[in-house]
């Protein structure tokens, strides 16, 4: 099973929105709606933000949102925070009835 | 407060063996799948094992099949990963996390702080 693509880096500005992808197949992404996402600080433990592609766990802020397209998806981060700068993963079910996770993109607040 | 403790970890040769644990307060352990997830230096998350509630069902990855075990002890809350003939490529974080539902198409919503492995000669 590969690793769920994602870019490696993106950047943005405080305040402003960023949009992570997360690319499967059809075997996983695009085939359920068991995508994950995930906040990792360095030397922290990750944290859940996103399940079941667009719903939230409590605590979780609502500039964090989730979404799918096809084989595609997607964390969108609004009005972007110092905080926020971290690591983040995505992961799917598949239908070889493992998990498998994405690269990882390495999220920078300019 | 929930939470999820691992031990074990440390300095193993390639071809040895170390057993893992993870010790859960703070919920009911027994209701929940449980899972590990491990990070080598500098990269990314994987999953490695997942066991249902009851532990009556097992998945492993394919890199650990074979050499790595899930099991779990319900009265005593705790979770183990048995991991034999270890490669140098096994060396990482291995967390062990809750599932907040249904055996692996659920989120992983509590982590633990995790627990170092070094396979090295």
């Known amino acids: 099973q590969s690793a769920l693509t994602q870019p490696a880096s993106v950047s943005e500005s405080p305040g402003q929105s960023i949009t992570i992808s997360c690319t499967g197949t059809s075997s996983d992404v695009g085939g359920y709606n068991y995508v994950s996402w995930y906040q990792q600080h360095p030397g922290k433990a990750p944290k859940l933000m996103i399940y079941?592609?667009?719903n939230r766990p409590s605590g979780v802020s609502n500039r964090f949102s989730g979404s799918k397209s096809g084989n595609t998806a997607s964390l969108t981060i609004s009005g972007l925070q110092a905080e926020d700068e971290a690591d983040y993963y995505c992961s799917s079910y598949t239908s070889s009835s493992t998990v498998v996770f994405g690269g990882g993109t390495k999220l920078t607040v300019l | 407060e929930v939470q999820l403790v691992e031990s074990g970890g440390g300095l193993v040769k390639p071809g040895g063996s170390l057993r893992l644990s993870c010790v859960a307060s703070?919920?009911?352990?027994?209701?929940?799948?449980m899972n590990w997830v491990r990070q080598a230096p500098g990269k990314g998350l994987e999953w490695v094992s997942s066991i249902s509630s009851s532990g009556s069902y097992i998945y492993h990855a394919d890199s650990v099949k074979g050499r790595f075990t899930i099991s779990r002890d319900n009265a005593k809350n705790s979770l183990y990963l048995q991991m034999n003939s270890l490669r140098a490529e096994d060396t990482a974080v291995y967390y062990c996390?809750?599932?907040?539902?249904?055996?692996?198409?659920?989120?992983?919503?509590?982590w633990g702080q995790g627990t170092m492995v070094t396979v090295s000669s």
């Open positions: 996390a809750r599932a907040r539902g249904n055996l692996l198409r659920s989120a992983f919503d509590i």
């Open positions: 703070g919920f009911t352990f027994s209701s929940y799948s």
């Open positions: 079941d592609v667009t």
